[in-house]
């Protein structure tokens, strides 16, 4: 799962942004705003993942739960996991083999 900073690196090449004060200028914020998102100091508005997730063609949700991932607490950390492959699996249109989702998978038992 990407960081809040990785998130933004993804958009800036998808839409050939090159430098974080230019991103800044394109989504209304500045530089300290755009320091304080890169240090994970300052969440991304709801807006802003949703504009990633369009601009990566991919699911809001897998935007959302890797963004408050690492915040979240130990017992909820599982259920995040399972909701975002899950996420993951819709985006690419795969079919799931009956059992992928079971704890096993992600704790290499």
């Known amino acids: 799962m990407q960081t809040q900073a990785q998130w933004i690196d993804l958009y800036k090449r998808e839409k050939n942004i090159e430098s974080d004060y230019k991103l800044g200028l394109h989504w209304g914020f500045g530089t300290a705003e755009m320091a304080q998102l890169r240090r994970g ?4 508005p709801l807006a802003k993942k949703i ?50 989702y079971k704890k096993r998978r992600f704790n290499n038992n």
């Open 41 to 44: 100091s300052r969440k991304l």
């Open 51 to 100: 504009m990633i997730a369009q601009a990566l063609s991919l699911d809001p949700l897998q935007v959302f739960i890797s963004c408050e991932y690492y915040k979240a607490r130990e017992e909820e950390k599982e259920f995040l996991k399972t909701e975002y492959f899950k996420s993951v699996m819709k985006t690419y249109n795969v079919a799931v083999p009956m059992g992928f």
